[in-house]
Nanobody
């Protein structure tokens, strides 16, 4: 049974930082490519960052240099450290990856506001 639980969102000022976490269960986490997405209401889901099973990251141009994706294979957790946050980063963030199928968690809300 696949479960994905995102957490760590909140309200921050522009230029601030947040760390998001994703707890995954029901998959063989250590062998799966994992991803962070974000999606605003009425919009398509956007791929933000990916990380291979070996820990190699890739980032969307909009977040490159500001966000860092990482994983802890001993704890089945995926993280997204977000620095220098901008107003346009405000939306709901989701994780998924290999073995999760079409399942999505509830997401975690990030709001960047003065």
């Amino acid at each position: 049974q696949v479960q994905l639980v995102e957490s760590g969102g909140g309200l921050v000022q522009p230029g601030g930082s947040l760390r998001l976490s994703c707890a995954a269960s029901g998959i063989i986490f250590s062998i799966e490519h994992m991803n962070w997405y974000r999606q605003a209401p009425g919009k398509q889901r956007e791929l933000v960052a990916t990380i291979s099973s070996a820990g190699r990251p890739n980032y969307a141009d909009s977040v490159k240099g500001r966000f860092i994706i990482s994983r802890d294979n001993t704890k089945n957790t995926l993280s997204l450290k977000m620095n220098s946050l901008k107003l346009e980063d405000s939306t709901v963030y989701y994780c998924n990856g290999g073995g999760t199928g079409g399942l999505w968690g509830q997401g975690t809300q990030v709001t960047v506001s003065s």
